[in-house]
């Protein structure tokens, strides 16, 4: 048996002999496109194994910006007549907050002394005056101590709070509530202190200047000046005038050079002993609390060098200075819901150059990336 094939056509355009008319073919897609597909698809990884590298060779722990700040308060009771606007400088020992004078500028004195006068001259007036006195401590004692029984049970609330909290049947936020009406408490407490001692402080003024009333209506001879056994300026001093001069200054002083950031009260407001009034920020160099885990401590010894990066993209070199001698948990804020917040060290790092005005804001939040070192060091 003999097989035989039909002789194949000697070209595409031809069939037995007959030209075929093809459709014009398709462009080439360029090779470029292939690139863009692969890296699009290679992205994913390659992001997900750089950020491992740089977990595994570098430490991020977050932190962030301290500077010297401190709440300044009164030690007297009186209405504010002036106080230092936000952003204003203070120079050390300026007053941040001037008070009203107890009474008008060159009132007499007898006029400040009548009270008293007449509470130390009457019997009935005394009496009336002791009575009044006696009546509105009690009552602020009995207040205070209402208000340390509303303060501890308030806290007995929060420890009863934090326990459904760790068994999962409460809810920070309402943690957080209990423990805000427990700080409102606890300034309860105080106010109603300080409304004691300060009631007490001024029965011994009036007292005192009942006395001296007393004395400066009494006929006292005069020494001659140096005469023995006597002494000019201790009879100069005697008088209510001099006791009142010695009193030491109410106003508000600066400690240090320093800025206000926060007004705490306003002008015409009546304030009493203990009451912050405004916050004071240093223009010392800023420093950097950083959070590292305990099982990173290797990281956490003075002279570790580290990167502050900041939310711009800004990045400082800092030096390790300092390790805080007692351990804090993680800031709420910086951790994920999902991860623990664990006790860590705090490490106080110092910037190698000064920070910009833009970075020297109280607790600015930051990363600190510590230069790896092997685990062995």
Do not use: C
Not at 56 to 71: D, I
Not at 159 to 181: I, K, N, P, S, Y
């Amino acid at each position: 048996m003999k097989i035989q094939f039909d002789i194949p056509p000697g070209s595409a355009q031809e069939a037995n002999g007959l030209p075929v008319r093809y459709a014009a073919a398709k462009r080439q897609v360029p090779r470029w496109r292939w690139y863009l597909l692969l890296a699009m698809v290679l992205a994913a990884p390659a992001y997900l194994l750089m950020r491992f590298a740089i977990a595994y060779w570098w430490e991020t722990a977050p932190g962030f910006v301290v500077t010297e700040q401190v709440a300044v308060g009164v030690h007297t009771s009186g209405r504010v007549a002036r106080i230092v606007a936000v952003g204003e400088t203070v120079p050390a020992g300026q007053p941040v907050m001037v008070l009203e004078p107890p009474t008008a500028a060159g009132a007499p004195a007898s006029t400040a002394l009548a009270a008293p006068l007449a509470a130390a001259t009457d019997p009935a007036v005394a009496q009336a005056v002791a009575q009044g006195q006696s009546a509105r401590l009690a009552g602020l004692k009995e207040a205070e101590r209402l208000a340390l029984r509303q303060a501890a049970l308030h806290q007995e609330r929060v420890r009863t709070m934090e326990g459904l909290r760790l068994q999962g049947a409460a809810t920070r936020q309402e943690l957080d509530g209990v423990r805000l009406q427990a700080m409102q408490a606890q300034a309860g407490v105080d106010r109603a202190r300080a409304e004691r001692a300060e009631t007490a402080a001024q029965v011994a003024r009036d007292r005192a200047l009942a006395q001296a009333a007393l004395r400066a209506q009494s006929p006292v001879p005069l020494a001659a000046p140096g005469a023995p056994g006597t002494n000019a300026g201790t009879n100069a001093g005697t008088g209510p005038l001099a006791a009142g001069a010695a009193l030491p200054s109410p106003d508000v002083v600066a400690p240090f050079d320093a800025t206000v950031v926060r007004q705490l009260v306003r002008r015409g407001e009546w304030v009493v002993p203990g009451t912050d009034v405004a916050v004071l920020q240093g223009r010392g160099a800023p420093m950097v609390h950083a959070y590292v885990l305990p099982n990173e401590a290797r990281y956490a010894q003075v002279g570790r060098q580290a990167s502050l990066q900041f939310m711009d993209g800004g990045r400082i070199r800092a030096e390790v200075v300092g390790v805080v001698a007692e351990a804090e948990r993680l800031p709420a804020e910086r951790v994920s819901p999902l991860s623990p917040r664990m006790p860590s060290i705090v490490v106080r790092l110092r910037p190698l150059e000064p920070l910009p005005a833009a970075y020297r804001i109280h607790q600015l939040p930051l990363d600190v990336r510590f230069d790896w070192v092997w685990s062995g060091f």
